[in-house]
């Protein structure tokens, strides 16, 4: 278990952690995470779009909370270099309890090269 506490001792869970090496740079990822602790069971796919704003992203969250879509545009990066979310991308569960997904990518649209890395984090109230 890891766990990692803010500034203001929050307490947060790594509940989900991976990283992939992709078949072809544009292939789709899903992700699926459940943790007892929280009651919660989510699947968090990845789009790559070759159009819209460069290092852009669009969230979108199924009604019933168990499935979120990002679409990430023109995420492609020089073979040494990596691109990062630079803020988590941020949840609540149905009880309020906070989710925060970072993820960055490293690809080169020449090669067909993707590796992708997840980290999913939940807040615990602290012991």
């Known amino acids: 278990m890891v766990v990692s506490f803010n500034r203001d001792n929050t307490r947060w869970r790594m509940v989900y952690n991976e990283s992939v090496v992709l078949l072809d740079f544009g292939n789709r990822l899903e992700f699926e995470f459940s943790d ?9 796919e990845f789009v790559f779009s070759p159009s819209g704003e460069k290092y852009q992203s669009n969230v ?11 679409t990430l545009f023109q995420w492609d990066s020089d073979p040494y270099g990596h691109i990062e979310v630079t803020q988590p991308l941020n949840l609540n569960t149905k009880d309020g309890k906070r989710v925060s997904i ?7 649209n020449k090669s067909g090269f993707r590796n992708f890395h997840i980290t999913v ?7």
């Open 121 to 127: 984090w939940a807040e615990e109230n602290a012991p």
């Open 60 to 70: 979108k969250v199924s009604e019933d909370g168990k499935r979120v879509t990002v």
């Open 36 to 44: 007892a602790n929280l009651k919660l069971s989510a699947v968090v």
């Open 102 to 108: 970072k993820y960055r990518t490293q690809s080169h």
